[in-house]
T-cell receptor, first 118, second 111 residues
Framework: GAVVSQHPSRVICKSGTSVKIECRSLDFQATTMFWYRQFPKQSLMLMAT?????????EQGVEKDKFLINHASLTLSTLTVTSAHPEDSSFYIC??????????????FGNGTRLTVT | RKEVEQDPGPFNVPEGATVAFNCTYS??????FFWYRQDCRKEPKLLMS???SGNEDGRFTAQLNRASQYISLLIRDSKLSDSATYLCVVFSSGSARQLTFGSGTQLTVLP
């Protein structure tokens, strides 16, 4: 079945540094990928929608200059958390939908990245 | 009103019980519906798609009621391994936000 690979699965960084998270669709093409954030005991929150070859669409309240998204190919999207702060510590998850299928095609999720900023 | 609303939970049920979750959506143009389960500190995993005709997969049955704009998930003969958070997901093409997640319903199956 369709697989989405997310890397790294866990990262600890110091405040002020930047962290890049990769999201790859391994056996299908995804024109659109989604980035979510989830704080403990809370639901997934959509941060941005990443479109291949164009600018990402950010949800209200999400700083586009802080969370840089690059969707350079049909199989890769990256999220860079710039100048990370402790409050950015969270579980970040990407998901993708297959390009050519119908509206009934489900989302496939990456396995998530647990970011801890010290 | 939220676009997608779920039973607040948490649901604590004994093993073997039958439990049902509902999820209502506000956009009548919504096209696709899914149930995902999320275990603690893990990514969501697709449980099943939801079709108008209803669909069943083992102990799990999903229903869609377009007239009343809700979907449901029924779990029969609950197992301890069913303990998780269940998320409903609604896809609406053409709207500003295509994919909307419910806030999730936490289920704990007790021995």
């Amino acid at each position: 079945g369709a697989v989405v690979s997310q890397h790294p699965s866990r990262v600890i960084c110091k405040s002020g540094t930047s962290v890049k998270i990769e999201c790859r669709s391994l056996d299908f093409q995804a024109t659109t990928m989604f980035w979510y954030r989830q704080f403990p005991k809370q639901s997934l929150m959509l941060m941005a929608t990443s479109n291949e070859g164009s600018k990402a669409t950010y949800e209200q309240g999400v700083e586009k200059d802080k969370f840089l998204i690059n969707h350079a190919s049909l199989t890769l999207s990256t999220l860079t958390v710039t100048s990370a702060h402790p409050e950015d510590s969270s579980f970040y998850i990407c998901s993708a939908r297959e390009k050519k299928t119908s509206n009934n095609s489900p989302l496939h999720f990456g396995n998530g990245t647990r970011l801890t900023v010290t | 009103r939220k676009e997608v609303e779920q039973d607040p939970g948490p649901f604590n049920v004994p093993e073997g019980a039958t439990v049902a979750f509902n999820c209502t959506y506000s956009n009548s143009a919504s096209q696709s519906f899914f149930w995902y389960r999320q275990d603690c500190r893990k990514e969501p995993k697709l449980l099943m798609s939801v079709y108008s005709s209803g669909n069943e997969d083992g102990r799990f049955t999903a229903q869609l009621n377009r007239a009343s704009q809700y979907i449901s998930l029924l779990i029969r003969d609950s197992k301890l391994s069913d303990s998780a958070t269940y998320l409903c997901v609604v896809f609406s093409s053409g709207s500003a936000r295509q994919l909307t997640f419910g806030s999730g319903t936490q289920l704990t199956v007790l021995p």
